[in-house]
DNA sequence: CGGGGAAGATTACACCTGTAATCGACAGGG
DNA sequence: CCCTGTCGATTACAGGTGTAATCTTCCCCG
């Protein structure tokens, strides 16, 4: 799967929200604060498009967007280079980064615990 | 903190590991399969020392390189990046993910678990 | 029916990154 | 004392990315 740019997945973000849309629809959606243009984002449309990670059908003389992969998937190839250059390819030390980093709250551990104990069944 | 690029990252293991290093030491211990001459080496450090993410010291007419940074506080930072990009800044989805691809098993679970139940002390 | 606006396509351009080659200085061996 | 190898510094260059502007085509409003 190809590799999505920083900004280009501000677009993918709001496609995986809700498609099809329009590249007006697509702009108009991208978080206020990337303060991009219309143009900016037709070209991230353009290039996500190239990359196969986008697909569009025509409706008249516009184009209607909707994402080619699944987001979950995509989230997980992610994580897991993540995981494989800096943590050697192994989940808990990460986890226990995050611990250490108090990225955990005790709510956050109650959940997992759980989470984990419904895994174990 | 300056961002570090893939390949830049694997320059700063090597320094993780064993530091200070001259730049043909580090060359050397670049993992082979990166296949880069002295000569990219060399570009890496340069510009890892731009970043200033690394430090030198003279030794007679060659450097001694050494982070300049620690390795659990860039390693945090990025794992923080990935999971405010993808996990909306939430810990749980993260795991929920992993666990949901099969990245843990049944030792990673206990390991987790176990690690967790340590925290609420 | 003509002009303006909107759609996508094409082009632009600077910065980052991967991947070096080349240059100028200098130290050490013969 | 000179040559060669080595050092860091400088330069190179293509592909990706952020961030657009411009071009071409065509539809709709007046």
Redesign the pocket.
């Known amino acids: 799967m190809e590799?999505?740019?920083?900004?280009?997945y501000a677009v993918m973000e709001v496609l995986w929200d809700e498609a099809p849309l329009?590249?007006?629809d697509v702009a108009a959606r991208v978080p206020e604060d990337?303060?991009?243009?219309?143009?900016?984002v037709?070209?991230?449309l353009?290039?996500l498009?190239a990359?196969g990670v986008l697909t569009?059908e025509e409706d008249?003389?516009?184009?209607l967007y909707r994402p080619a992969i699944r987001r979950e998937d995509y989230v997980a190839e992610e994580s897991g280079r993540l995981i494989d250059r800096m943590f050697g390819g192994r989940v808990t030390p990460l986890v226990a980064q995050l611990a250490a980093r108090d990225r955990l709250t005790p709510a956050d551990i109650a959940e997992i615990e759980k989470l984990l104990k419904e895994l174990k069944s």
Chains 1, 2 share one sequence.
């Open positions: 590799r999505i740019a920083e900004g280009e329009t590249a007006a990337r303060g991009w243009s219309l143009a900016t037709k070209t991230m353009s290039r498009l990359k569009h008249g003389r516009r184009y």
